[in-house]
């Protein structure tokens, strides 16, 4: 089903992102078939990164978490859910394969896999192992490798474009769906990487990006924000704390979302 939707994106791409986002952004008209526009088929909804419980992104998250968050996300949505394991969560290929199979006992149908500038045959052999555990469990899971090279500056930079096909390509080999390649935002790198590797490409959106239509021309199948809405969530908090505790002025109140609203998405 997940890739179904990631086909559709090709012509409408976006990508929602965090678990606590789910059910607003379905009430915004995913549930329907659209997101942030017309003719949206559907959207991946992504679970994990720094979490509110105190631990660190990069691999300091506590899977058991994830893999909880992961299934209130899924119960709350009428949508594909795909979940961002990090790493795997693993030290060998074997444990990645059984972190896949509590990821599929959530009801989750995709999963996003970083190579964390793991050695390209050690990082394809994580993949294959994802794509094995899935077969295993007669799931058609949408797995979706990462590669750091441009996100954590791995190499020369003259370098890193080839260097990221290189890696795309072996994880496509090995089983990987789709491609996501964070820290990469000039139209030119993003054209080469979609002519160069056959999967749909995944990108890492913000301020100062290409627009979601600029990135649709140059052949990008998914976008995604990364902790994008979660940071602009939790300044707008800081804003009314400092507004509250510095000035005893209420304004930065204004505009929420009413209770009745919220109480609504919270039942999912």
Do not use: C, W
């Not at 599929?104 to 970083?114: C, Q």
């Not at 990221?164 to 990469?184: I, N, T």
């Not at 021309?217 to 939790?234: C, F, H, Q, T």
């Amino acid at each position: 089903m997940l890739e179904a939707v990631l086909a559709g994106l090709r012509e409408d791409p976006v990508a929602g992102e965090r678990a606590q986002q789910a059910a607003q952004l379905a009430g915004l008209g995913v549930e329907r078939g659209g997101e942030f526009g017309d003719g949206g088929r559907g959207v991946a909804e992504r679970v994990g990164g720094t979490e509110p419980g105190g631990r660190a992104d990069g691999g300091g998250a506590d899977p058991e978490q994830v893999l909880a968050r992961t299934a209130q996300v899924v119960r709350a949505v009428g949508l594909p859910v795909t979940a961002d394991l990090e790493g795997g969560y693993a030290d060998t290929a074997a444990g990645v394969g059984e972190t896949i199979a509590a990821l599929l006992a959530t009801g989750a149908v995709g999963v996003n896999l970083e190579d964390e500038g793991r050695p390209l045959e050690e990082a394809a052999e994580r993949i294959a192992a994802a794509r094995a555990a899935a077969d295993v469990a007669g799931v058609p899971l949408f797995v979706n490798a990462r590669t750091d090279v441009f996100l954590h500056g791995i190499g020369a930079p003259e370098d890193r474009p080839e260097e990221a096909v290189r890696r795309l390509r072996a994880y496509v080999e090995a089983g990987a769906d789709g491609v996501f390649v964070p820290g990469v935002s000039d139209p030119e790198t993003i054209a080469a990487l979609v002519a160069a590797v056959p999967a749909p490409l995944n990108v890492l959106a913000g301020p100062g990006s290409p627009s979601v239509a600029e990135l649709a021309k140059l052949g990008v199948a998914r976008i995604s924000l990364g902790p994008g809405l979660a940071e602009v969530a939790y300044a707008a908090v800081r804003r009314a704390a400092e507004e509250v505790y510095g000035h005893g002025t209420f304004t930065a109140l204004a505009d929420g979302l009413g209770y009745p609203e919220l109480n609504r998405l919270s039942a999912g």
